[in-house]
């Protein structure tokens, strides 16, 4: 089989050195690390160099060595500039205090490279190369980097590497003026023998920038930090003619407007509710494949730019585009909003995200319906949304065509032949049991509150109000036995049924604790909550007393969440 995809274990002395520089894509994101990260790198960098770390572990590199000129670098470009950045440092301090020669070694080494453009080992994006190359590649003084670590005139990304600098600098000037510690050309020699032998990483390499998308979405789902919108953000200003600038301008704007939230969630919301239906692990093909001339790219980019707006709105309930509702419908979005994240789900930001765009009057009702359809189908009865996602873009595009299109519209035409009915969801609802304390709490306040529940403790709109106590507790001690009375098959499956939880106040909960029965149902009684009054009202607590009281539970619940309302 040909091999597409290569990875190995390798020292960051013997990664830096290799046949070829590493250059970041010219669109590639900006020089972004802050104090938390470089100090952290510092830290773990230093204790490897003291030995209290016998091996520092630098992570993941992903590069695409498609190109036989160079190595374009498709994740790992933060970690790989921070080294660049202590290397010039060093390089640095040991010029200014007379070591030109083990200055000039470190420079030739880790920095420069004899057959790049720029002489360069590494060459940054278009907005950061030539910063790199004046600051960087080039020596100056601790009193030029500082000033320009201040200076905001010069682009954020600049005064970053310059600050970094500046930092890498003063921790090394200050560990070579300690007494402790050997000199500062001891403390060099031990940095360059530690990045040969004790720092090390997987180098990974492609070949070609859609391998490269794989495996950004690979290492992203085993947990890894990584950029995949690089990828897209680079393949779009990288065409021929294209409006560099501008669409950079509006690429910016979109990140900035979503924050936080994961760019290839929009990007593919987005899409799926404007352009044919893709999955996310498609989604870097379809756009290569679709928005591939200067005009189109632009255009796109602009689009991205306004509508993202309005996805982040649907994050965020002080977003400009609340103002316009009163307190009493912000409140009610904001639950709402609350409930469907609780859930935990997305396909449906693909319908609001349409909403929020073509008909704003009508977002809460939006919302309203897709709370109540997703706890139905998705979270009770266990139907995973994105089984129907292309359900959900449909009804986007339904929207956008018809600005006018209201909730009970939308959920008639797409999504109440799959809505679960009263008999369906209760026969789910009676057996429904997930270790989910946040959304067992939830279920609970509503119950509660729809049961004629203590107003004082206001358990659905006081989040602080309760906790989530366990009757048969999750480790029981000796008071209910190995194997408690009523329980013949075993407990496990048990403890996180609904029917054997309730609400208790924080200092009560930990005061039961792991408590027998009894004792539990005294403190209830104290308690007095309307969704702990038939555990008290119990002679004991069995396997068949949860069952009787999550079923009673499943009568209520379906006249809570239902819809139309």
Known sequence: MQQFIRASEIS????????????????????????????????????????????????????????????????GQQRLTTTSILVAALRNILDERGEPELAQQLHQKYLHFEHSENKARLTMNFLDKDFYQEYVMTPRSAEEIKALSKDKSIPESNRNIAICLDFMYRKLSAEGNRKETPPLGDIAQIIANIMEERIGLIHITVQGDVNAFT?????????????????????????????????????????????????????????NITRDFTEKRYIYQTIKKNINTP????????????????????????????????????GQAAELSDFIRLIGTKPQLMVLLATAETNPAE???????????????????????????????????????????????????????????????????????????PLARYILA???????????????????????????????????????????????????????????????????????FSTKVAGYRDHCLKVSEDVCNSPEWTAQAIDQRQRNMAEIAKTIWYYPR
């Open 363 to 437: 977002i809460i009702p939006m919302l309203e319906m897709m709370a109540q359809f997703t706890f139905r189908y998705g979270k009770i009865c266990n139907e995973p949304p994105s089984k129907i996602e292309n359900i959900f873009s449909a009804a986007g595009h339904f929207i956008r065509q018809n600005p006018g299109a209201t909730a009970l519209q939308v959920f008639s035409q797409y999504f109440e032949t799959l809505y679960p009915n009263d008999e369906t969801f209760t026969e789910c609802f009676a057996t429904f049991r997930k270790k989910e304390a």
């Open 12 to 75: 960051l002395g013997n990664f830096l050195s290799q046949a070829k520089p590493f250059v970041m894509p010219a669109n590639q994101r900006n020089y972004e690390w802050g104090k938390k990260e470089y100090e952290s790198y510092w830290s773990d960098l230093w204790h490897t160099v003291t030995n209290d770390c016998p091996f520092y572990f630098l992570g993941s590199f992903v590069l695409d060595s498609a190109d036989e000129n160079a190595l374009i670098v498709i994740d």
């Open 215 to 271: 495996v950004f979405e690979t290492l992203n789902d085993r947990g890894l930090e990584l950029n995949a919108a690089d990828l897209l953000k680079n393949h779009l200003l990288s065409v021929n003619g294209v409006d560099t600038a501008e669409c950079a301008k509006n690429w910016d704007n979109m990140t900035s407007n979503l924050g936080r939230i994961d760019p290839i969630d929009f990007l593919m919301h987005h899409w």
């Open 446 to 516: 509503n119950l509660n509150d729809k049961m004629g529940g203590n107003i004082i403790v206001n358990t659905l709109s006081n989040p602080d109000a309760c906790t989530v106590e366990h009757i048969l507790p999750q480790n029981h001690t000796e008071a209910w036995g190995n194997t408690p009375n009523g329980f013949a098959d075993g407990t496990e499956t048990y403890i996180w049924r609904l029917g054997n939880l309730t609400l208790l106040p924080k200092e009560l909960n930990n005061e039961l604790g792991n408590a027998d």
């Open 295 to 330: 005009e189109g790219i632009l255009t796109y980019c602009k689009e991205l730019s306004q509508v993202s707006e309005y996805y982040a709105a649907l994050f965020d309930m002080q977003h400009p585009f609340w103002s316009h509702f009163n307190d009493s419908n912000k």
